[in-house]
């Protein structure tokens, strides 16, 4: 079992950036891949980036791409997610996620994921 809890987030300019963090706590943390997710209002939980349990294969939404970067420290159970040039579509409810069935190969749906955190807003304003 995990539990994850998100932190970070809140009102950001255009362009500007933020970091989101996820704490984990639960054994099962540092064999399992974690994902991030964000929501909009009125739309469905959608795929932001994801990272293996060793941290060695990454995967990103092709929106976010070149802008967010996922990391992960297993030491301290955290996983990271810097984002930058943010736009105004990226405001969102930003959850982590935990898929405890795979450690080294990526899924980007959200029914793959058997532990989510309580989400963080993140709202890019002017």
């Known amino acids: 079992q995990v539990q994850l809890v998100e932190s970070g987030g809140g009102l950001v300019q255009p362009g500007g950036s933020v970091r989101v963090s996820c704490a984990a706590s639960g054994r099962a943390f540092r064999t399992s891949v974690i994902g991030w997710f964000r929501q909009a209002p009125g739309e469905e939980r959608e795929f932001q980036a994801a990272i293996t349990a060793n941290g060695m294969t990454i995967t990103y939404a092709d929106s976010v791409k070149g802008r967010f970067i996922i990391s992960r420290d297993n030491a301290k159970n955290t996983v990271d997610l810097e984002m930058n040039s943010l736009k105004l579509e990226d405001t969102a409810v930003y959850y982590c996620?935990?898929?405890?069935?795979?450690?080294?190969?990526?899924?980007?749906?959200?029914?793959?994921?058997?532990?989510w955190g309580q989400g963080t807003q993140v709202t890019v304003s002017s």
């Open positions: 996620a935990a898929d405890i069935q795979r450690r080294y190969t990526i899924a980007r749906a959200a029914d793959e994921y058997d532990y």
